[in-house]
């Protein structure tokens, strides 16, 4: 038999930092293994399930390159299948129509309260068979009334619940649709999922399902409950705690491998090893060596791990992803230095590639005005002389390299006795707008010649007019 996995979000809304670790976890667990990976889309609930969500969802799974073997499955699609199940079971004598109206359900709740037990459906319809007519009613499926559920799990060990605990759960509400713990197990059954991850609020779903398991005679998966991830503040990660859509860690900068390796490490470790590349954490990953304890998010060490892949995952890679953030900051790359160039020399300078597009927007556009702070500063009488002999120096080379660059605002501060500072700064507020960029002799070779001799003579008609004003 396949080991085979299944992601199965529900389209509720965007694909979160969570739900990407669990589908991680899945996608890992199969590959490591040889085995298979299914997406399952889990749509069921009409009014909360939207197109715009499955969209978000998969735009998530690509752009992490969470890649499934089959799929994707829409559970919408597959209501004669739950109905023909619900209806063997009621065959069988495992299910059976309960005819109690809320109020009688509130009134059991109400009681089990008084008496300080759990409160729980009392199994009034369980052996009843009066079914009136033209009255609205539910499916129950008829839980095991003795004995335990026992789970392995994979990650959390061996828990135990006793049955008594649980109570018959609906299985098909009074319109006919069937409900989550149902439609779940009839997937997990056909579609051969041999492996359950899931996060561990479905802990308390286990055994219920496996017990539904059992009365259909289907095979067993194995189960694995991740433990929660948590925000800063130890709470629950939520949207209280900023960014936690998988798409807007893309929006903010971050590298898919950054994302994937950040999450891997949430919840699971391999030694004190920090980084993995996408076939180490395939080779090296096992559900065993996952933490019971839930995780805490930090955004610091996602933005370490992002530096780490900005510098050391192939330029022209990481300029695919920079493009995007180009384009949506309006910088038309088509004329400049290729992206990939831009990657080497800023990639050592940002947290993130949206940083790195904001600060290399100079390389595509002109600009009107110089960064008031570094012309007040730099822009100054003193910067008229360094900027005309090191333009002329600058104007006359044929040959547009960093070493030729580099020699010609050496010889320009030899020539007239000044600091490397004194003519550099001056030529890079000149060249950039502003006074931070890598090192001058790179950044002006990566501009085109004429652009920055163009660059120059504004900046001096810029002290020109302090000159005459003051
Ligand atoms: N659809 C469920 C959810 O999004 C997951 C069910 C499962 O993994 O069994 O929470």
Known sequence: MTLTTRFAPSPTGYLHVGGARTALYSWLHAKKNGGEFILRIEDTDLERSTQASVDAIMDGMNWLQ????????????????????IDQLLAEGNAYRCYCTPEEVDEMRAQAREKGEKERYNGMWRDRTDYPEDK???????????????????????????NKELDDLIIARSDGSPTYNLTVVVDDWDMGVTCVIRGDDHVNNTPRQINIFNALGAPLPEFAH????????GKRLSKRHGAVGVMQYRD????????????VRLGWSHGDQELFTR???????????????????????????????????????????LAWHMQDQNIDTSNGPALSEIVKVQAERVKTLKEMAEISRYFYQDFTEFDATAAKKHLRPVAQQPLEVVKAKLAALTDWQPEHIHAAINETAAELELGMGKVGMPLRVAATGAGNSPSLDVTLALLDQDKVLARIDMALAVIAERIANS
Not at 76 to 84: I, L, P
Not at 293 to 298: D, I, L, R
């Open 136 to 162: 609205p009613y539910v499916i129950r499926f008829k839980n095991p009334l003795d004995g335990d559920v026992v789970i392995n799990d994979l990650v959390k060990g061996e828990i135990t619940i006793s």
């Open 226 to 233: 991740i433990p929660m991830i948590l925000g800063d503040d």
């Open 279 to 321: 076939d180490e954490m395939i080779e090296l990953f096992d559900l065993n060596d996952c933490n019971r304890a839930p995780s805490g998010f930090n955004t610091e060490k996602l933005i370490w791990v992002n530096q780490h892949y900005m510098k050391t995952l192939a330029p022209e890679y990481v300029a695919e992803h």
């Open 66 to 85: 969470l890649d499934w073997d089959k799929g994707p499955y829409f559970q919408t699609k597959r209501f004669d299948r739950y109905k023909e199940v």
């Open 252 to 263: 903010d900068g971050y590298l898919p491998e950054a994302l994937l390796n950040y999450l």
